[in-house]
């Protein structure tokens, strides 16, 4: 091998390493926003009435419970609490389910939101990168080399902008998921609630 073909064959070998090591820096963000995802779904589960009674007889909460399980936990708790006080109900029940929001937002929205976030400036460096390859190879006349820059800039932005799109469209599905496990919780003290008056109406 002649020191005109080792220089090329160098550059690849940089190049290539360099192409790698940009993709795996995309796919550690993505990978932890996939995981805290999937820790959310658990958490934003639908569960049917009988469950969640089931939950709600444990006095402590346990973690990754329901978000259903959660508000209405909360909102006895406050009900509990502020028997003299008498505060309003429906304050009691914008209270319990702002609560839960918030704390599943902190919780499971922000941290997929920080790794979503961080996805496309890792690619536009990596794209750079493979710019700066492509340009490179122009000097060096090495059709093989412009190739790899030119794949290496083009795909860690595409893999970048996939995995944004991704965590961003679980986050969609995610709250969804949360807003339908409030109306749960709702739904189902307001059937208790009306079971009770209707018991207290027949007994007196």
Sequence with gaps: MTPTDAAPTAMITIALFVTVCAIVAVLIPFLFGLRAALRAFSVMRRIDDREIERA?????????EPVAVQVLRVLRSSLRE?????M????????????????????????????????PPIG?????I?????????SSNSETLELVGLAGAVSK??????GFIVLESLKILLYGRMMAGLDD????????AGSRHAADARAS
Excluded: C, W
């Design 124 to 128: 536009f460096i990596g794209t750079l």
């Design 130 to 138: 493979g710019l700066v390859v492509l340009v490179l190879s122009k």
């Design 82 to 86: 502020n028997q003299g006080e008498r």
């Design 88 to 119: 309003p109900l429906a304050f009691l029940i914008d209270a319990s389910r702002q609560y839960v929001s918030h704390e599943v937002r902190a919780n499971y929205f922000d941290p997929i939101s920080m790794f979503s976030n961080i996805l």
């Design 56 to 64: 709600l007889k444990s006095e402590r909460g346990e973690p990754g």
């Design 185 to 192: 919780a709702l739904g189902l003290y307001q059937r208790q």
């Design 157 to 162: 932005s595409i893999l970048a902008l996939f």
